[in-house]
């Protein structure tokens, strides 16, 4: 079952058998984090962490490109301000910076589907999101040292998801790198031909969704909680997750069908 939703003019939303399809729509700017753009995803996200119906999101960008990164022809412009703009990239940051943790917090796991570049806070976006499959011809830089302003924002995500060396020569080279070396790298999951670059997103997606939603709420939520712990304290909290999730009305359906034999219940996400 498919459903089309515009939740914006820069986001739309297509829902299919429960995987929500979020699509960066200014191909023109390519799909660039501009202050729109940004309240746009941030509506879209907040609507499908409320939505029990949708299990798994997919994010993308409309033609050939996932996203360039922040706007700078908007920034550029906030530099007319009487504090040469100090205020606005303030705000700006702290609101890229809010979304970016907006993916971390869904209940959804959430899978980029990059073609083209992703750039700068492009980038950072395939960072923050939970898996990322790349077509063949995907390219991924931190490159705005090369025009003289460090990823800083960015670097919160790359070096929480690859090596800190290889976080490292990414951030100080502002080098593009090609989709294979990002999945040796652990920045993508996957790397396909492009023509079968949304079928295979979707599949990923699919075999998601058709999981317990319980149980993957829970273990993303405590995926990134126990990854800032010391060992002891996250095999600790691990525990008590853990004995949480076995009270949840889908684990006790789930192992007893698994005990007798029985086919696997419809979840709930209860």
């Not at 997103?201 to 317990?212: F, H, N, Q, V, Y």
């Not at 029985?262 to 209860?270: I, N, Q, V, Y």
């Amino acid at each position: 079952m498919s459903e089309q939703r515009q939740t914006g003019a820069l986001v739309t939303r297509q829902d299919l058998d429960g995987v929500a399809v979020l699509t960066l729509s200014d191909p023109r700017s390519i799909n660039a984090l501009s202050e729109a753009m940004l309240a746009a995803l941030q509506e879209a996200l907040d609507q499908i962490g409320a939505d029990r119906s949708i299990r798994a999101v997919i994010l993308r960008g409309e033609g050939d490109h996932f996203c360039a990164g922040h706007n700078l022809k908007e920034m550029t412009a906030a530099r007319a301000s009487e504090d040469g703009g100090l205020q606005y990239f303030q705000d700006l940051f702290a609101t890229c910076s809010r979304m970016m943790q907006t993916i971390v917090t869904l209940p959804q796991v959430v899978i980029a589907e990059v073609s083209g570049i992703a750039t700068a806070a492009g980038c950072q976006l395939v960072a923050s999101c939970d898996l990322a499959v790349a077509s063949e011809e995907a390219r991924f830089a931190t490159s705005g040292v090369n025009i003289g302003l460090f990823c800083s924002t960015p670097m919160v995500a790359l070096s929480r998801t690859v090596a800190r060396k290889h976080a490292m020569e990414m951030l100080v080279l502002g080098d593009f790198i090609p989709a294979a070396r990002a999945a040796e790298m652990g920045l993508v999951n996957r790397v396909v031909a492009r023509p079968d670059l949304a079928g295979a997103t979707m599949d990923l997606a699919r075999r998601i969704a058709g999981k317990s939603p319980a149980a993957v709420r829970i273990g993303k939520r405590a995926f990134y909680q126990q990854a800032e712990m010391p060992l002891a304290e996250a095999y600790g909290f691990a525990g008590r997750v853990m004995a949480e999730n076995m009270m949840a009305r889908d684990a006790e359906a789930g192992i007893g069908a698994f005990v007798t034999k029985a086919p696997m219940p419809d979840w709930t996400g209860d």
